[in-house]
């Protein structure tokens, strides 16, 4: 079945470091990825996605590309804000599909 | 703010019980879906209504139901309710009902805690 699996968390980093959330899927055929990112006492929001091989979708200084051969979705930012403190959601919506199958996702904790 | 309404936001109930928690999607979505997330299970997919009609299941317990009315809000009605219940109940909505490529809009949640 279709499934998404991230890095366990929680990731805590400094002000202007450089971030890497995995993520990797398992799917038949050629889902779209999704990144959604949970503030606190929020509900989701998308953030980017990208709908095929070698995609890159980006928002907000984040970015992450579709890899169909390592079936992955790596989310990565060159310099992170206190302001992105958040859960990271990776998910997938295959062809066929109708709902998100959402990762578990990552909790990101940035310090100034 | 996504236009997408949950209510309520807060609710304690006790072990047995019965509780209703309802959605009202974006104005022109009619699609509605509802997940689950616990800290154990994440975000689990429940079940999704497209103009009133189910369209999809996912992980939703015999003791769960839900329908979609005629003015395309929601209702998730959980019942005999268990302390592993407890959770935060998202609600999101979509224009379309399927597709690979459309975006969830998410509301805030209603967060049951049972005791």
């Known amino acids: 079945g279709n499934s998404v699996t991230q890095m366990e968390g929680p990731v805590t980093l400094s002000e202007e470091a450089f971030l890497t959330i995995n993520c990797t899927y398992t799917?038949?055929?050629?889902?779209?990825l999704f990144w959604y990112v949970q503030y606190p006492g929020e509900g989701l929001q998308l953030l980017l996605k990208?709908?095929?091989?070698?995609d890159k979708g980006s928002n907000k200084g984040f970015e992450a590309t579709y890899r169909k051969e390592t079936t992955s979705f790596h989310l990565e930012k060159g310099s992170v804000q206190v302001s992105d403190s958040a859960v990271y959601f990776c998910?997938?919506?295959?062809?066929?599909?109708?709902?998100?199958?959402f990762g578990k996702g990552t909790t990101l904790s940035v310090s100034s | 703010d996504s236009g997408v309404t949950q209510t309520p936001k807060h609710l304690i109930t006790a072990t047995g019980q019965r509780v209703t928690l309802r959605c009202s999607p974006r104005?022109?979505?009619?699609?509605v879906y509802w997940y689950q997330q616990s800290l154990d299970q994440g975000l689990q997919f429940l079940i999704q209504?497209?103009?009133?009609?189910?369209?999809a299941k996912g992980n939703i317990l015999e003791r769960f139901s839900a329908q979609q009315f005629p003015d395309l809000h929601s209702e998730l009605n959980l019942s005999s309710l268990e302390l592993g219940d407890s959770a935060l109940y998202f609600c999101?909505?979509?224009?379309?009902?399927?597709?690979?490529?459309?975006?969830?809009?998410f509301g805030e949640g209603s967060r049951l805690t049972v005791l």
């Open positions: 998910a997938l919506r295959n062809q066929a599909g109708t709902a998100l199958i």
């Open positions: 999101a909505s979509s224009v379309a009902p399927s597709g690979s490529a459309g975006e969830l809009f």
């Open positions: 990208a709908t095929k091989a070698d």
């Open positions: 799917a038949t055929g050629y889902p779209s």
């Open positions: 209504y497209y103009n009133g009609e189910e369209r």
């Open positions: 104005s022109g979505d009619l699609s």
